[in-house]
């Protein structure tokens, strides 16, 4: 068995449980929804063994390193991220029809990085062989994949509105009955960047620190960093925009949308669109 | 203040000074305390950070001036935009940021140490119809008897309470984490501490580079401005090292470097080894692994010449670039060479050298010749075979040069921004009232934060609450 299988497994198995969960939101029957995330657990499991094979393996070429060193190796963890993340809200609070909107994110990292990248173990390049890699990695990962469930949960919140109307007093009945109160989907939005503004602060800061260690310049507006500020600017606007009147709601919600786009561009845009002193993606 | 708008007439047009001096500096006040500024300063910030991230910045690559139109190049000189994380009207921007944060600070930090040092102790009618989370209890025994009874269950299930008698009622206070109130400010407060580093740093720090050729030494760097700085100190680069992956990508670039003071070496700075992401540093200056090359005076490079009917090889020894006329008439010269030939040629290793023979009466061929790989050599050139053994250039090693006292002062507040967003986002100031009257108890909670959390541990509480006997 190689790792390279186990994620095949991995990204087949994301598969599932997200057609299961649109069979959910069709149908509204418990079980599906119970089915579809027990199937992502599992997705879960096996991709954790992949992730630690592919370590060992790394280690078995000589060439050892923690499977986080180019873009397909943190795609890998970006979707393994989202999928922990979306256990913890589930299993925590039990609304379990986010899972429709959050486990295609994973899927769609997955299926990206086993169809379109070069999935081989590569030797670390003296730029990358620092622990600093990992603590950073780690980090900005984490706060990634907050934030990918928060903008999961903020399209839930702004489809409710739109379909409800802005008089919440008249819940709408249907597929609507199966998304949380709006008022929960806020509250949801907001836990969850307040589990993904630290980490992104964390994976700044780590990331600082490296380029200090590693350059002797802390903050040197390359674009990659820049774009993590942009990003960490628009998530404490969001913060901000919570505690400000005619501001709640509605583009708190946009807010963590265009955090989450800016997210994205952060993490694949500047590479494959911008140049820069981070090598992800080069090739 | 009573202010009485005044109304002069001015060329006809009727101008009100609707309020007084006074009032305008409130304006002024709230406008820089207000929270819609706050929105309005991050969300530029976000939007006008971009054009850094999509215009070069700094030196401006000839291709990219050659693309654009000149008007346009002018404008955006003008503006700054090829330098504009230190533009103008990038900098106002957070000065007036700074600005929000600290008048917004001033305007509430005294209120937020009223409320965490002077309590609501007495819960009057407002407070208890706003608090969602009430219980209630019935007692048989005195109104006495029951407030030292709960007072002492307060104490151990939860914080010890202060009891205020009010109209006939007694009030029970107790509250837990009401300094984590000030997380928030804490975050505030560390932005402009990692300013007040980054501005240390620009004032009093430098950045600059230096390349060492192998075996000898410098006492000073060249900074930003390409100006010679003197170091206060030595430095020698004993050895410089490259390796390869067999794949061709870089495995270790490795200087040996000794600190010299007047001639001699620094105990403890002798024969360090630095690598990337393991830099030196001495007397606060830090030096950074960065590139390598070789130097190019007076290296002599050996290359040998055999015929193909045998014979011993002849070695010649040849400069970079210097056409040499071999006894038969064939010119030869070497175009470049390298010590590790990996990167550019994955499969083959060691020294190898790019040469141009041109044969009596024939073009030109360029081919390479390599040291560890004879039997690749002799399957070029005609009659003759060239090999390459090495040369005596030295590498010189590349490194960055940086001394930032205010580094310190800026991990300081990194660190501050940590604690206070664990303490704003994970910490909550949890409220507990029981007003004890006649017969019964009623008691109230408010936490400041996750209020699904506190509903469980007041459920809890209120459960044996309702158990008491008294
Ligand atoms: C001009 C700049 C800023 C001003 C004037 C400002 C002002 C404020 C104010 C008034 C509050 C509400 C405090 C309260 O609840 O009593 C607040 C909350 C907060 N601010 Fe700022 N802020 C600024 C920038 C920032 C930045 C850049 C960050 C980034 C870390 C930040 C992080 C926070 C956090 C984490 C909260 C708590 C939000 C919550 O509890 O949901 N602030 N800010």
């Not at chain 1, 909107?101 to 990358?128: D, R």
């Not at chain 1, 200090?212 to 507006?221: E, K, R, V």
């Not at chain 2, 009223?114 to 007692?139: D, H, M």
């Not at chain 2, 002798?270 to 001495?282: A, C, E, G, H, L």
Request: with cysteine; charged share 15%.
């Amino acid at each position: 068995m190689t790792s390279s299988m186990l994620f095949n497994v991995t990204t087949f198995t994301y598969l599932i449980s997200m057609i299961v969960f649109f069979a959910f939101l069709a149908s509204r029957s418990k079980s599906l929804g119970m089915a579809g995330s027990y199937i992502a657990y599992a997705g879960l499991i096996v991709q954790t063994a992949a992730i630690g094979l592919r370590w060992k393996e790394s280690y078995d070429m000589g060439v050892g390193h923690a499977p986080m060193s180019n873009l397909y190796e943190s795609i890998v963890f970006f979707s393994w991220t989202i999928i922990l993340l979306f256990a913890y809200i589930d299993i925590r609070y039990k609304y379990r029809i986010i899972g429709a909107f959050v486990v295609p994110f994973a899927l769609l990292g997955m299926a990206w990085a086993q169809l379109g990248m070069n999935t081989g173990i590569e030797p670390l390049v003296p730029a990358l062989q620092s622990n600093w890699l990992l603590y950073h990695v780690i980090t900005c990962f984490l706060g990634y994949a907050a934030f990918a469930v928060a903008c999961g949960i903020s399209t839930m919140y702004l489809i409710k509105t739109a379909v409800e109307g802005s008089n919440s007093s008249t819940p709408a009945g249907g597929l609507m009955s199966m998304f949380p109160p709006l008022k929960a989907l806020d509250d949801l939005n907001y836990r969850a960047i307040m589990i993904g503004f630290p980490l992104l602060t964390l994976g700044i800061i780590t990331g600082a620190a490296w380029a200090n260690y590693a350059w002797g310049t802390y903050w040197s507006w390359d674009p990659k960093e820049t774009w993590s500020l942009i990003v960490w600017f628009v998530y404490a606007a969001f913060l901000h925009a919570r505690i400000t009147k005619g501001w709640v709601g509605k583009r708190a919600a946009w807010l963590s949308v265009i955090g989450f786009a800016a997210t994205i561009f952060c993490y694949l845009g500047v590479n494959l669109l911008l140049s820069g002193l981070h090598s992800y993606g080069g090739n | 203040m009573n202010s009485v708008p005044l109304q002069i007439s001015y060329h006809g047009l009727e101008i009100t000074l609707a309020n007084t001096e006074r009032s305008f500096i409130t304006k002024v006040w709230d406008f820089f305390c207000s929270l819609k500024l706050t929105l309005f300063l991050l969300i530029s910030l976000s939007l006008t950070s971009i054009i850094g991230t999509v215009l070069p910045q700094g030196a401006l690559p000839p291709q990219y001036v050659a693309e654009i139109s000149a008007t346009k190049l002018q404008i955006y000189t003008k503006l700054g935009f090829f330098d504009m994380y230190h533009s103008w009207w990038f900098i106002a921007l957070l000065y007036v940021f700074s600005l929000n944060l600290v008048s917004c600070s001033i305007k509430r930090l005294p209120h937020v140490f009223k409320f965490v040092s002077e309590p609501t102790l007495v819960l009057g009618e407002g407070g208890r119809n706003s608090f969602p989370l009430k219980k209630e209890l019935a007692f048989s025994g005195s109104i006495d008897k029951a407030k030292e009874r709960l007072s002492e269950f307060l104490g151990k299930e939860f914080s010890a309470p202060v009891v205020t008698e009010h109209n006939g009622e007694y009030h029970l206070f107790a509250q837990k984490a009401a300094w984590s109130r000030l997380g928030v400010y804490v975050v505030h407060f560390s932005i402009l501490v990692i300013f007040v580093g980054a501005i240390i740093g620009s004032l009093v720090g430098y950045k600059g580079f230096v390349a060492i050729v192998e075996g000898t030494s410098v006492n000073s760097f060249e900074n930003k401005n390409g100006q010679q700085m003197p170091l206060g100190f030595e430095v020698l680069c004993e050895k410089f090292t490259a390796s390869f992956y067999d794949t061709g990508a870089p495995k270790e670039f490795k200087s040996i470097l000794t600190v010299l003071e007047n001639g001699k070496p620094v105990p403890g700075y002798s024969q360090v080894k630095v690598i990337v992401n393991q830099p030196m540093t001495y007397k606060g200056i830090t030096f950074y692994q960065s590139s390598y090359g070789q130097a190019s005076e007076g290296g002599m490079h050996y290359v040998t010449v055999a015929s193909r009917n045998g014979g011993t090889p002849e070695k010649i020894t040849v400069q970079e670039g210097v056409p040499v006329t071999l006894k038969d008439g064939t010119i030869f010269k070497l175009l470049e060479a390298t010590q590790e030939v990996r990167q550019f040629a994955p499969g083959f290793s060691g020294p190898a050298a790019r040469i141009e023979v041109t044969r009596k009466g024939a073009a030109p061929q360029i081919f390479i010749a390599f040291k560890d790989f004879p039997e690749v050599n002799a399957q070029r050139g005609d009659a003759l075979i060239f090999g390459y053994e090495g040369s005596n250039a030295k590498q010189y090693t590349g490194l960055q040069v940086a001394k930032d006292p205010g580094v310190w002062v800026v991990w300081l507040g990194c660190t501050l921004m940590i604690v206070g967003l664990c303490i704003a986002f994970f910490m909550s100031h949890k409220r507990v009232w029981v007003v004890v009257s006649k017969g019964q108890a009623h008691m109230y909670g408010n936490a400041s934060k996750n209020q699904a959390a506190f509903q469980m541990q007041f459920e809890e509480i209120s459960e044996k609450f309702q158990h008491l006997k008294i």
